[in-house]
């Protein structure tokens, strides 16, 4: 068996479909240069991605698969995992295989495989567009450091645009090393060290980062804890149930959980 090593980009999954269907080589495994092993597979292709090849594989999807259909195929290239991009590769073949439409084709393994990792993505941008909180910084910046189990912050970036737009905001992937900007005008995709966002960033806890805060959001911050506490009922308390509705992972983006 051959295996197909690209670059963990879009272009780069489109390209090893292009490259499939070129040398009529179908029973590919997908790997990205993270999950290379040696002298497990006949040969071992690095396929360079390439705009052109992407964008011709990209338009063809287009014809033979419905708009659902390519939000799926989307939100699974977002979930960042072999296993994912194994079945978007099976399923582009199988796309410009078939004659008949696919997208509902649920008792096809690739088919099924796309439609769950869609729904685990979608069910992360809702939960991030539900959960994330902005510390207001001592330059005005709001900002929030946030760990999302996928690549979500393409998805989430309308909601806070519309939500948002009176402010400038930054929300950062601490997993990834990017975020999204917003400027008051347009949001903006950037890179840097999450431990130098800005000379504000010095002392000070608070969404477990170290950050210098506006000295009203410190006081909106116990403000808040405080409203938290006192509408609480104890004796109504259920932590199993609490657990399923706000898991664990996400309290460090809530003001009153954070200790």
């Known amino acids: 068996m051959a295996a197909y090593v690209f670059d963990g980009t879009m272009t780069g999954l489109l390209s090893c479909v292009f490259r499939a269907f070129q040398f009529k080589e179908f029973d590919v495994q997908i790997l990205t240069h993270d999950h290379v092993q040696t002298g497990l597979f006949d040969v071992v292709v690095v396929v360079e991605s390439n705009d052109e090849h992407g964008q011709r594989v990209w338009q063809g999807l287009k014809q033979k698969v419905s708009a659902n259909g390519l939000r799926?195929?989307?939100?699974?290239?977002?979930?960042?995992?072999?296993?994912a991009f194994q079945h978007l590769f099976n399923f582009s073949v199988y796309a410009f295989q078939s004659q008949r439409p696919i997208d509902?084709?649920?008792?096809?393994?690739?088919?099924?495989?796309?439609?769950?990792?869609?729904?685990q993505v979608g069910r992360e941008k809702h939960r991030m567009e539900a959960f994330v909180r902005f510390k207001k910084c001592q330059d005005g910046l709001f900002l929030s450091l946030v760990r999302p189990d996928f690549n979500v912050l393409p998805l989430i970036e309308r909601h806070f645009k519309s939500r948002y737009q009176?402010?400038?905001?930054?929300?950062?992937?601490?997993?990834?090393?990017?975020?999204?900007?917003?400027?008051?005008?347009?949001?903006?995709?950037?890179?840097?060290?999450?431990?130098?966002?800005?000379?504000?960033?010095?002392?000070?806890f608070s969404q477990s980062f170290s950050i210098e805060l506006d000295d009203e959001e410190v006081l909106y911050d116990q403000l808040w804890k405080d409203y938290f506490n006192s509408v609480n009922i104890q004796a109504r308390k259920n932590l199993k149930l609490h657990i399923q509705y706000v898991p664990k992972r996400y309290w460090r983006y809530m003001n009153e959980k954070i200790i």
């Open 72 to 83: 799926n195929f989307y939100y699974t290239f977002l979930s960042e995992q072999v296993n």
């Open 166 to 204: 009176d402010q400038k905001w930054l929300i950062y992937d601490e997993k990834r090393q990017y975020g999204i900007y917003y400027d008051l005008s347009q949001v903006h995709q950037v890179h840097m060290n999450p431990h130098a966002i800005d000379e504000h960033i010095e002392t000070g």
């Open 104 to 119: 509902r084709d649920y008792g096809h393994v690739d088919v099924l495989g796309i439609s769950q990792w869609a729904k």
